[in-house]
């Protein structure tokens, strides 16, 4: 199994930046693809960007020119660089990954608040 650490969530205001970390260690084989969740209150988690072993990347339509997803395949862990940040982003972040046969490992969330 794979465990997830994520840092980087805080508080910003309307326009600023964050960059969200997440650090995998344990199992390391056979990963897929590795990405970011977020959930806001009294709504359901939903995809924010995912990379892929190959390098490709997807982004939900709310966060395209504003979020970049990247991954240090040597220190197993992803990034999602957050940019002209919105108070509609404001949600915990989950990481996960996914492997073949062991399916996904989800981190514990880091909260990112857009407020001014």
């Known amino acids: 199994q794979v465990q997830l650490a994520e840092s980087g969530g805080g508080l910003v205001q309307p326009g600023g930046s964050l960059r969200l970390s997440c650090a995998a260690s344990?199992?390391?084989?056979?990963?897929?693809?590795m990405g970011w969740y977020r959930q806001a209150p009294g709504k359901e988690r939903e995809l924010v960007a995912g990379?892929?072993?190959?390098?490709?990347?997807h982004y939900d339509n709310s966060v395209k020119g504003r979020f970049t997803i990247s991954r240090d395949n040597a220190e197993n862990t992803v990034y999602l660089q957050m940019s002209r940040l919105k108070p509609e982003d404001t949600a915990v972040y989950y990481c996960?990954?996914?492997?073949?046969?062991?399916?996904?490992?989800w981190g514990q969330g880091t909260q990112v608040t857009v407020s001014s």
């Open positions: 996960y990954v996914d492997q073949i046969i062991m399916g996904r490992s």
């Open positions: 990379i892929f072993t190959d390098g490709g990347t």
């Open positions: 344990g199992i390391m084989f056979s990963i897929t693809a």
